[in-house]
């Protein structure tokens, strides 16, 4: 199989988007239309000639543990080079410590090509990626003068622990130990568990970003203070110097990633210093999170579009069987046909989910006055759980069904289609389950600002609806309209119901929104058509019927699950579920 980055399709988006409004600000006057256009034609050529590659042979081989170092599969080492020697893990750093400091909105694009073309690979960057913007805001002056080079030039590589055996999503219940030194360091102790890129052979140094409690920290989340703990100890030149007291126990089997090394962490009085305040460390910690929030509902739009792809190449040369429309291969079947198109539709809803987050998040720091920043900020952090978790519910299911078309050849690992369901898999559970997503929108995100955001949301969604009316496409108006009045009346519901009630319905809430939004997208991506060629408008303007015509109807069903409160789910007992 072979990945073709879709960079015309990206930039479309992009500019549908309003993505061009970043270069009329300070901040980001050199993103411009044509610098976008740049940057992704490159970044294009290496997710399809260097990166992909690597994605079969790094889940057959493996990373794997050798006397205590972190050896990556062939090629990986080489692979991650090329990333970091092109600029591309610093894209969206501050030139100050080296960075091209282009917009986040550009680096989710780039990272959607990385993860489609190798996930295990691509998450090496993004967790750097999320590291500098934590130190970047919340670092000591020193801190940020000697690491953020590093980081940003990909020498370095950063991680972030948090979970322990006991303290998965309550990070509230680590148990992990910070002393004070006597020459204003710490000494960190404990075990962390489930931490990506721990530890590899690809950089100098490996950076931990570890939460863990002062001696006189309070009890829960309020008591975590943020350490910044190196892998080797820099000199006073700052390379690598002696190691720090911390190391590798074992590597995770997992379900799929195999090439990303997920590592059993244990720190034994290892030398780290303070990011941020004391009992502070959670919040700190948020900055890397959220950022990588997006990046994980980027990774699960990387995963559809490759899925996607490969499912339409198989469909496109299996001869099997007569063909609704005669013609001699499998995607002649109108239920292949189905098929393709809800996974296309589905994965550029999902995109254009994330793309919209990304720039919203760019104007909450760009923008010309504080209150559009604030209002920015406002959106992008709504938007932030709906992308991440409707995107990688997303990669999963367009993954799946790519095995479907497959047939009983995608069900066998010799296609390769496998791997993508098992890969994707996890992004639905790390950085915060998508459970954990739907809780964060509808009891903080929603109601922090009585939902005027999300009303603004929908306001938007509605007058696409007006602007397909006035186009004559009145199917697409007429759904869309109603979806749009449905997710109104769920929201006021939301608003208005027990904190039980809502969080029953949280998860039907958010895949409401995220399917009205995607009517919004595409109806207004049909209206902007006209001006492309003909073949991309019809394309265009057929997945906007299809939205409205097969999955807006969805938007109904969802409500009434939404509105169902939570006496059904907790009349449940243990006994009875596990029958």
Same mark, same amino acid.
């Given at each position: 199989?072979?990945?073709?980055?879709?960079?015309?399709?990206?930039?479309?988006?992009?500019?549908?988007?309003?993505? /061009?409004?970043?270069?009329?600000?300070?901040?980001?006057?050199?993103?411009?239309?044509?610098?976008? $256009?740049?940057?992704?034609?490159?970044?294009?050529?290496?997710?399809?000639?260097?990166?992909?590659?690597?994605?079969?042979?790094?889940?057959?081989?493996?990373?794997?543990?050798?006397?205590?170092?972190?050896?990556?599969?062939?090629?990986?080492?080489?692979?991650?080079?090329? *990333?970091?020697?092109?600029?591309?893990?610093?894209?969206?750093?501050?030139?100050?410590?080296?960075?091209?400091?282009?917009?986040?909105?550009?680096?989710? *694009? @780039?990272?959607?090509?990385?993860?489609?073309?190798?996930?295990?690979?691509?998450?090496?960057?993004?967790?750097?990626?999320?590291?500098?913007?934590?130190?970047?805001?919340?670092?000591?002056?020193?801190?940020?003068?000697?690491?953020?080079?590093?980081?940003?030039?990909?020498?370095?590589?950063?991680?972030?622990?948090?979970?322990?055996?006991?303290?998965?999503?309550?990070?509230?219940?680590?148990?992990?130990?910070?002393?004070?030194?006597?020459?204003?360091? %710490?000494?960190?102790?404990?075990?962390?568990?489930?931490?990506?890129?721990?530890?590899?052979?690809?950089?100098?140094?490996? @950076?931990?970003?570890?939460?863990?409690?002062?001696?006189?920290?309070?009890?829960?989340?309020?008591?975590?203070?943020?350490?910044?703990?190196?892998?080797?100890?820099?000199?006073?030149?700052?390379?690598?110097?002696?190691?720090?007291?911390?190391?590798?126990?074992?590597?995770?089997?997992?379900?799929?990633?195999?090439?990303?090394?997920?590592?059993?962490?244990?720190?034994?009085?290892? =030398?780290?210093?303070?990011?941020?305040?004391?009992?502070?460390?959670?919040?700190?910690?948020?900055?890397?999170?959220?950022?990588?929030?997006?990046?994980?509902?980027?990774?699960?739009?990387?995963?559809? +579009?490759?899925?996607?792809?490969?499912?339409?190449?198989?469909?496109?040369?299996?001869?099997?069987?007569?063909?609704? /429309?005669?013609?001699?291969?499998?995607?002649?079947?109108?239920?292949?046909?189905?098929?393709?198109?809800?996974?296309?539709?589905?994965?550029?809803?999902?995109?254009?989910?994330? %793309?919209?987050?990304? @720039?919203?998040?760019?104007?909450?720091?760009?923008?010309?006055?504080?209150?559009?920043?604030?209002?920015?900020?406002?959106?992008?952090?709504?938007?932030?759980?709906?992308?991440?978790?409707?995107?990688?519910?997303?990669? =999963?299911?367009?993954?799946?069904?790519?095995?479907?078309?497959?047939?009983?050849?995608?069900?066998?690992?010799?296609?390769?289609?496998?791997?993508?369901?098992?890969?994707?898999? =996890?992004?639905?559970? %790390?950085?915060?389950?998508?459970?954990?997503?739907?809780?964060?929108?509808?009891?903080?995100?929603?109601?922090?600002?009585?939902?005027?955001?999300?009303?603004?949301?929908?306001?938007?969604?509605?007058?696409?609806?007006?602007?397909?009316?006035?186009?004559?496409?009145?199917?697409?108006?007429?759904?869309?309209?109603?979806?749009?009045?449905?997710?109104?009346?769920?929201?006021?519901?939301?608003?208005?119901?027990?904190?039980?009630?809502?969080? $029953?319905?949280?998860?039907? %809430?958010?895949?409401? =929104?995220?399917?009205?939004?995607?009517?919004?997208?595409?109806?207004?991506?049909?209206?902007?058509?006209?001006?492309?060629?003909?073949?991309?408008?019809?394309?265009?303007?057929?997945?906007?019927?299809?939205?409205?015509?097969?999955?807006?109807? +969805?938007?109904?069903?969802?409500?009434?699950?939404?509105?169902?409160?939570?006496?059904?789910?907790?009349?449940?007992?243990?006994?009875?579920?596990?029958?």
């Amino acid at each position: 199989m072979t990945y073709q980055a879709p960079v015309a399709q990206m930039l479309r988006l992009a500019r549908q988007l309003g993505h /061009d409004r970043l270069a009329e600000t300070e901040r980001f006057a050199e993103a411009t239309a044509e610098t976008r $256009a740049a940057v992704l034609a490159e970044a294009a050529k290496l997710a399809e000639t260097v990166i992909a590659p690597l994605n079969r042979p790094g889940d057959l081989h493996g990373a794997r543990l050798e006397n205590g170092v972190v050896r990556l599969p062939p090629g990986f080492v080489e692979g991650y080079r090329a *990333m970091a020697e092109g600029g591309w893990v610093g894209l969206s750093a501050d030139a100050e410590h080296g960075g091209m400091g282009l917009p986040h909105s550009v680096g989710v *694009m @780039v990272g959607e090509m990385m993860a489609s073309g190798c996930l295990s690979l691509s998450l090496c960057p993004l967790l750097s990626q999320g590291q500098i913007e934590a130190l970047q805001r919340h670092g000591a002056p020193w801190m940020k003068a000697l690491y953020l080079p590093k980081l940003t030039s990909g020498d370095w590589s950063g991680t972030m622990n948090l979970t322990e055996p006991q303290a998965g999503t309550d990070v509230g219940a680590l148990r992990s130990k910070a002393v004070p030194a006597e020459d204003g360091t %710490y000494r960190i102790t404990g075990e962390k568990i489930w931490i990506s890129w721990g530890d590899h052979d690809a950089v100098e140094n490996v @950076v931990h970003l570890v939460l863990a409690r002062l001696p006189d920290a309070p009890a829960g989340s309020r008591g975590i203070s943020l350490f910044l703990v190196p892998k080797f100890l820099p000199d006073a030149e700052g390379r690598p110097g002696v190691a720090n007291q911390l190391k590798v126990v074992s590597l995770e089997h997992k379900m799929g990633l195999h090439a990303s090394p997920t590592c059993v962490m244990a720190f034994e009085g290892a =030398i780290g210093w303070l990011v941020g305040e004391e009992h502070r460390g959670l919040a700190c910690m948020f900055t890397m999170m959220n950022h990588a929030r997006l990046g994980v509902g980027v990774e699960g739009v990387g995963v559809a +579009e490759a899925a996607l792809q490969a499912a339409v190449a198989w469909a496109t040369a299996r001869v099997q069987g007569r063909t609704d /429309d005669g013609s001699p291969t499998i995607i002649g079947h109108a239920d292949v046909r189905r098929m393709l198109a809800e996974m296309a539709a589905e994965t550029r809803v999902a995109r254009a989910l994330c %793309y919209d987050c990304a @720039v919203s998040l760019d104007l909450a720091h760009a923008a010309d006055t504080a209150e559009e920043r604030a209002a920015e900020e406002r959106r992008g952090a709504l938007l932030t759980p709906i992308a991440k978790a409707f995107a990688t519910d997303t990669g =999963i299911a367009v993954a799946n069904t790519s095995i479907q078309v497959h047939g009983g050849m995608g069900y066998c690992e010799e296609a390769g289609v496998a791997q993508y369901l098992r890969d994707a898999r =996890i992004t639905a559970i %790390y950085e915060g389950t998508n459970g954990v997503q739907a809780a964060d929108l509808v009891g903080r995100k929603l109601t922090g600002d009585g939902g005027a955001t999300m009303q603004a949301l929908l306001a938007a969604a509605g007058r696409t609806a007006e602007a397909a009316a006035t186009a004559g496409r009145q199917a697409e108006a007429v759904a869309l309209a109603a979806a749009v009045s449905k997710a109104e009346g769920v929201t006021r519901w939301m608003l208005e119901a027990e904190a039980r009630d809502r969080a $029953a319905g949280a998860t039907p %809430y958010l895949r409401l =929104i995220a399917m009205t939004l995607g009517g919004h997208y595409l109806v207004q991506a049909a209206l902007e058509s006209a001006g492309e060629g003909e073949a991309a408008a019809e394309e265009t303007a057929a997945l906007a019927r299809l939205w409205c015509a097969r999955r807006l109807p +969805e938007v109904h069903a969802l409500a009434q699950a939404v509105c169902a409160g939570s006496a059904d789910l907790f009349a449940l007992t243990p006994e009875t579920l596990a029958g």
